[in-house]
């Protein structure tokens, strides 16, 4: 059994994280098989969002039925989650990775993609990135069943800060 309240708290987390709900019955069904194993809102909606990566997915998807995507590696999350203050957040890190992401965009041809990181670091990197790169979803990791397949544009890391670099030495996955 799944209260009215449990069932509006995750549906407005995923509202409130960008997710577009168009298809409530994965969701509703996610909700079901995690709600009694999950001590908090936070890790039931984790867990709902593992279930429906096609759902948080869906505007992504590229006629030829790939997400494409950018990685970040765990260097560079690191170096952005652990930003001492909300100013400097915008500052070299952040920055580079707004330019990074932008560049990789342009060259594509892209608007909108998936941005990839490291599951520990999916909310704050949400948080962050919503103004900044509004037509970018950003993912976890374990976000990234099988049931995705996903076009790697390239990796953004902090050892690497040239983009032309990063797109000739990193091939599409």
């Given at each position: 059994?799944?209260?009215?309240?449990?069932?509006?708290?995750?549906?407005?987390?995923?509202?409130?994280?960008?997710?577009?709900?168009?298809?409530?019955?994965?969701?509703?069904?996610a909700v079901g098989r995690h709600v009694?194993?999950?001590?908090?809102?936070?890790?039931?909606?984790?867990?709902?969002?593992?279930?429906?990566?096609?759902?948080?997915?869906s505007g992504l998807v590229t006629p030829?039925?790939?997400?494409?995507?950018?990685?970040?590696?765990?260097?560079?999350?690191?170096?952005?989650?652990?930003?001492?203050?909300?100013?400097?957040?915008?500052?070299?890190?952040?920055?580079?990775?707004?330019?990074?992401?932008?560049?990789?965009?342009?060259?594509?041809?892209?608007?909108?993609?998936?941005?990839?990181?490291?599951?520990?670091?999916?909310?704050?990197?949400?948080?962050?990135?919503?103004?900044?790169?509004?037509?970018?979803?950003?993912?976890?990791?374990?976000?990234?069943?099988?049931?995705?397949?996903?076009?790697?544009?390239g990796t953004i890391d902090v050892a690497?800060?040239?983009?032309?670099?990063?797109?000739?030495?990193?091939?599409?996955?």
């Open positions: 059994p799944v209260s009215l309240r449990t069932l509006f708290e995750v549906m407005r987390h995923l509202v409130d994280q960008g997710v577009i709900i168009r298809h409530v019955r994965p969701i509703l069904e009694e194993h999950s001590s908090s809102m936070d890790r039931l909606v984790a867990s709902v969002r593992k279930d429906v990566a096609l759902v948080l997915v030829d039925g790939y997400v494409p995507a950018i990685r970040v590696s765990a260097t560079m999350a690191n170096a952005i989650a652990h930003e001492e203050s909300p100013a400097k957040t915008l500052e070299s890190p952040m920055k580079m990775l707004v330019q990074q992401v932008q560049a990789i965009l342009k060259k594509e041809g892209l608007s909108k993609s998936a941005l990839l990181v490291p599951n520990a670091h999916r909310q704050v990197f949400a948080v962050l990135c919503r103004p900044l790169l509004p037509d970018v979803t950003v993912l976890g990791n374990d976000e990234c069943s099988l049931k995705l397949k996903v076009r790697t544009l690497e800060p040239n983009v032309d670099e990063i797109l000739q030495t990193t091939p599409y996955s």
